[in-house]
């Protein structure tokens, strides 16, 4: 959970936590950070991965992308299970990833967003651009 308490923000036992993750370092580094957050406070993560194929249309082909989505995260799988927290795993197919990231962020009803400062195949992250599109509480890294 988190308050809100004016510019400050408290975070609480059973947080829910969203790390985007595309296999960079930057976001391999707030995945770490974020493991570390769920365990203080017995949260839930919520790591997703967001893949688009301008050939691998949402229709008919699904199992394309989650397959890819899947392979990437994977690899961290082992990481998150040894690490002793819930977690979940999430998948995305969208060209705009930042955007993705919000909308997810409000489907899934999360309270903190872990973001590397730089990600998504090691784009620079506009800090002002991302906090403006989103309205849950964010910690780059």
Do not use: C
Request: cysteine-free; glycine content about 4%; proline content about 3%.
């Amino acid at each position: 959970m988190l308050e809100r308490k004016s510019n400050a923000i408290v975070l609480r036992k059973g947080l829910s936590v969203l790390v985007p993750y595309d296999g960079t370092e930057h976001t391999k580094v707030a995945l770490e950070n974020s493991i570390d957050i769920s365990r203080e406070y017995d949260g839930l993560l919520k790591v997703l991965h967001v893949y688009w194929d301008p050939n691998v249309r949402e229709y008919g082909k699904t199992e394309v992308r989650d397959r890819y989505s899947l392979q990437k995260l994977s690899k961290i799988k082992p990481i998150l299970e040894s690490s002793n927290i819930n977690f979940e795993l999430l998948s995305r197919h969208d060209p705009d990833a930042l955007k993705t990231v919000s909308k997810t962020a409000e489907e899934e009803d999360v309270d903190l967003i872990v973001l590397g400062k730089r990600g998504f195949d090691d784009s620079f992250v506009d800090d002002k651009q991302f906090i403006s599109s989103s309205d849950r509480a964010i910690l780059f890294i």
